[in-house]
């Protein structure tokens, strides 16, 4: 069973996008983690993440998200993520069952 994390960060620009990308840095895909979206949407930004389990995602915001946005301040986004946490009846990614 897969896990998808769906976050709308209100308000959230295209800007603060860019300084969460460049605090991030260049990482590789983190194993685990299936699919990866974000884009701008009425009043915000979106996040969506699929990944293999829960834990994997969890593990990744602890190592190396939470810690590289750390210091962003009001370059990144200025308001806490509406967080929608979905357990995958199942996900496809392609052709392939996951």
């Known amino acids: 069973m897969a896990f998808m994390r769906l976050a709308f960060f209100p308000g959230g ?15 590789s895909s983190p194993e685990g983690r299936r699919a990866f979206a974000a884009g701008p949407v009425e009043d915000g930004w979106q996040v969506m993440q699929l990944w293999d389990s829960r834990e994997g995602l969890e593990g990744f915001n602890r190592e190396v998200f939470f ?9 990144g986004f200025t308001q806490p993520p ?7 009846a199942i996900a496809w990614i392609g052709e392939q069952q996951i």
């Open 82 to 88: 509406v967080v929608r946490d979905i357990e995958t």
């Open 13 to 27: 620009t295209t800007e603060q996008w860019a300084a969460v990308v460049g605090a991030v840095g260049d990482v």
């Open 67 to 75: 810690p590289a946005v750390a210091g962003l301040g009001d370059r």
